[in-house]
């Protein structure tokens, strides 16, 4: 069974930056897209970042584009999302998912993703 384990979230100003780390386990490999959505209190989850294990361009959210950055480690298992310049519309809770599959098309979407993580709270104050 895949586990996805986030860390890094907190409490950040506007502007400044946090690095969000997922650490995968159980049998999770190079193969797999993974990827960040994130939920706003009283908001719809919402796609933000994925990375194609296909080696295809990672994907962003609009709303992201120029300050977040994803990237992986395939030798620790682990996706990160740097996050800079942030504001206080990117509170929320951001969780990590994984999937075996990758679309084009489809990658927004919550569906495509087999595994979840439990989510870490991000929190920008203006």
């Known amino acids: 069974q895949v586990q996805l384990v986030e860390s890094g979230g907190g409490l950040v100003q506007a502007g400044g930056s946090r690095r969000l780390s997922c650490a995968a386990s159980g049998g999770t490999d190079s193969t797999y897209t993974m990827g960040w959505f994130r939920q706003a209190p009283g908001k719809a989850r919402e796609f933000v970042s994925v990375i194609p294990w296909t080696g295809d361009t990672p994907k962003y959210a609009d709303s992201v584009i120029g300050r977040f950055t994803i990237s992986r480690d395939n030798a620790k298992n682990t996706v990160y999302l740097q996050m800079n310049t942030l504001k206080p519309e990117d509170t929320g809770v951001y969780y990590c998912?994984?999937?075996?599959?990758?679309?084009?098309?489809?990658?927004?979407?919550?569906?495509?993703?087999?595994?979840w993580g439990q989510g870490t709270q991000v929190t920008v104050s203006s």
């Open positions: 998912v994984a999937s075996t599959y990758y679309s084009s098309s489809n990658y927004n979407y919550g569906g495509m993703y087999d595994y």
